[in-house]
């Protein structure tokens, strides 16, 4: 099983290692043979957590500035539903 990133215009995104395997390059056009409709999957990757669970993460910290990477580690944290509110 491969997964792909669908992006916000609906492109999907090919790991490179994929690419290679298939023998597709940026701007080739590949067929993709859907199933029946009832076979495709009834749900997508959901998020475990949610963007408000960050809201007052770093109160704690208030005295002095954020750095980006405490910035990423804490969005990832509520995108994995680590943090509760």
Partial sequence: MVRVTIGIR???TL???LMEELGVKPGDEIDIEV???SDLPKSA?????SVVALR???AHKANRPV???EMNEAVAAG???EVKL
């Fill in 10 to 12: 609906g492109q999907v």
């Fill in 15 to 17: 790991d490179p290692d």
């Fill in 35 to 37: 199933p029946a409709r």
């Fill in 45 to 49: 990757n959901e998020p475990k957590g």
């Fill in 56 to 58: 007052g993460l770093f």
């Fill in 67 to 69: 750095s980006i990477e």
């Fill in 79 to 81: 995108w994995a539903g």
